[in-house]
């Protein structure tokens, strides 16, 4: 596995580690929960493997042309590691209710089965195409993709982290 992705997976795997099932849906007022935020990582690579299986589907890459503004977002996130707070997720990446010890326990797998479909399309595609458009990045390869999701997780995983202490005082 890709070394950003492992630190991704350990990442999430420490900001959840020991938390029991209350302190999991302990939120402040008008935010996600724990559980709701690894809801939203698991959503958002379950949503990357699928647009990758369609790229392999398709037989070639289906990113179109960045624009200016897609090209200054891909640089804030994925050169300088800036992920902007506030921002609503995509409505495919809002949590739906999905079991949460089936999210804590499956989302190692699912970034390992990202990693691995990206790997495929880039050992069928070529490093350094760009191969699949992000929503809000644009067309992105897939050294790109594995970024954005590091830097993104790891945004997430200091909500995470600071979720698990409130809750121990709650």
């Avoid at 939203?40 to 624009?67: D, M, Q």
């Avoid at 800036?82 to 970034?111: H, Q, S, W, Y």
């Avoid at 191969?131 to 909500?159: C, E, I, Y």
Wanted: contains cysteine; proline residues 5%.
């Amino acid at each position: 596995m890709d070394t950003r992705m492992e630190k991704l997976k350990s990442a999430l795997q420490f900001a959840v580690e020991g938390m029991s099932s209350e302190q999991m849906s302990w939120h402040p007022l008008g935010k996600w929960c724990a559980a709701q935020v690894l809801e939203h990582l698991y959503l958002s690579y379950t949503g990357t493997i699928k647009g990758f299986e369609r790229l392999l589907e398709a037989g070639a890459p289906t990113a179109a042309a960045a624009s200016m503004k897609q090209r200054w977002r891909t640089l804030l996130v994925v050169s300088f590691g800036f992920f902007p707070a506030g921002r609503k997720a995509p409505a495919v990446t809002e949590p739906r209710g999905l079991p949460a010890e089936k999210v804590r326990n499956e989302v190692g797998t699912k970034i390992a089965a990202m990693d691995a479909i990206i790997a495929q399309c880039e050992s069928r595609f070529g490093r350094g195409v760009a191969l699949l458009d992000h929503p809000a990045l644009g067309p992105l390869t897939g050294r790109q993709w594995r970024k954005f999701h590091l830097v993104h997780g790891m945004h997430h995983q200091k909500q995470l982290l600071d979720l698990r202490q409130a809750s121990k005082n709650n």
